[in-house]
């Protein structure tokens, strides 16, 4: 059995910057609101027909391949984890594949959902593959265009100004037993799934809808296309729904209970620890994740103030800058959590 060690990794953010300002101009927020309750300062929107997720992803793998010193072609899997998909169905990880142009191997592309804990999900299910020897070089990618689903108007304030578009991309391979990935822990509670939810467009058709459960939901007029309906147009339920008090509250529950759980199944405490690099929900959420695990500042690393919230690439753009900014260095004991909508969330103890 051999362990799992992330060898490369790359991220890819598009150009344009978009600050608390710019949004005061669409919405009515302020840039004092954003910064005292998230800690944003910016984020980076795509333009419309600039990129997409996918194209966004190849761009970040590129540089976790080379970094990785391997090519395109030695990848023999692909993990693609987004709430921002090109495309309904195919999944991004055959897009993927596609502009990477791994034509010749015929390579399986697997696609991961599990919103801002889906990098820690695809780096268990990769952990497996490794462990086993089944894969040697497989490419996990979070990315994720937000801001093409938004509500841009005052009515989205509330989860608009949070979000941010890029990729982060890692290449994993096998190393030796003491090395890479020590524990994950994957969980998921989905009592509360619609707190933090996009339903639509989607084929529940209804299902969950109060009206529907009081018997006013009417199937005639709504059979048989459901995936887009009038309804959701003209009530504008095309937008994400967040209960922010309660994602918030749940978060600081989760995030601490899921880092001591990876460091009490590897024998270790916080002391230990180097760096921890939570996926990057709230600034508010990562302080108080830090007091509350009694962490000093160096051991928190930080960059939402400038992306935003970026959901499944948070995670691997983070280890990128990490990485860059020589704050991760080999022998390094490195906790990666996340917790998101599902509610799921996870943590992963690698040692550098
Ligand atoms: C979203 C979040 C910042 C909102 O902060 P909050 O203190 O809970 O604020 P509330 O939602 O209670 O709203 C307070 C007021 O601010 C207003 N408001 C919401 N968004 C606003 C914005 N962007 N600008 C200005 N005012 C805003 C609300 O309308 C409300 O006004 P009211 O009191 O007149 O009704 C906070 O709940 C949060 O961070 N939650 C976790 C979100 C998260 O991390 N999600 C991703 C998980 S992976």
């Known amino acids: 059995m051999y362990n799992t060690k992330i060898a490369g990794a790359g991220k890819f953010i598009p150009e344009k910057v978009v600050t608390n300002q710019d949004l005061e101009k669409l919405m009515e927020t302020s840039d004092q609101w954003i910064r005292e309750r998230t800690g944003i300062e910016e984020r980076h929107w795509l333009r419309r027909g600039e990129e997409t997720s996918s194209t966004m992803a190849a761009k970040a793998s590129k540089d976790a391949i080379k970094m990785a ?40 592309a697997l696609d991961i959902r599990n919103q801002c804990s889906g990098f820690v999900y695809g780096l268990e299910v990769a952990d497996q593959f490794i462990k086993t020897g089944k894969y040697k070089n497989i ?10 689903g938004i509500d841009i108007s005052t009515r989205g304030r509330g989860i608009s100004v949070l979000f941010g578009d890029g990729a982060g991309a890692v290449v994993l391979q096998p190393t030796d037993k003491d090395k890479g990935i020590l524990t994950t822990h994957i969980h998921s509670d989905g009592s509360q799934a619609e707190i933090l939810s996009a339903k639509n467009p989607g084929m529940h058709g209804g299902y969950y809808d109060e009206d529907h459960k009081e018997g006013g939901y009417d199937v005639s007029t709504d059979h048989p296309f459901v995936l887009v309906t009038d309804k959701m147009m003209e009530d504008s339920l095309i937008y994400p729904f ?31 620890v180097n760096l921890v690099i939570p996926h990057q929900a709230n600034l508010r959420i990562s302080q108080f994740v830090q ?11 930080n960059n939402i103030q400038k992306y935003g919230n970026t959901t499944a690439a948070s995670i691997p753009i983070a280890i990128t800058e990490a990485l860059e900014q020589g704050r991760v260095k080999e022998g390094d004991l490195v906790v990666l959590a996340a917790f998101g909508s599902g509610f799921t969330w996870g943590s992963a103890l690698v040692r550098w």
Do not use: W
Not at 71 to 99: K, Y
Not at 291 to 298: E, G
């Open 139 to 148: 490419l996990l990618v979070g990315a994720e265009y937000h801001s093409g």
């Open 291 to 301: 007091k509350l695990l009694h962490l000093r500042d160096d051991q928190m690393f």
């Open 242 to 272: 967040m209960e922010g008090q309660t994602v918030f509250k749940t978060a600081v529950r989760k995030f601490p209970e899921v880092i001591k759980k990876a460091l009490d199944t590897a024998g270790y405490t916080t002391n230990d």
């Open 69 to 108: 010193g391997i090519e395109a072609e030695d990848i023999d899997f692909i993990i693609f984890a987004t709430l921002s998909p090109d495309f309904f169905f195919p999944g991004n990880g055959v897009m993927l594949q596609r502009h990477l142009g791994i034509t010749k191997t015929e390579i399986p």
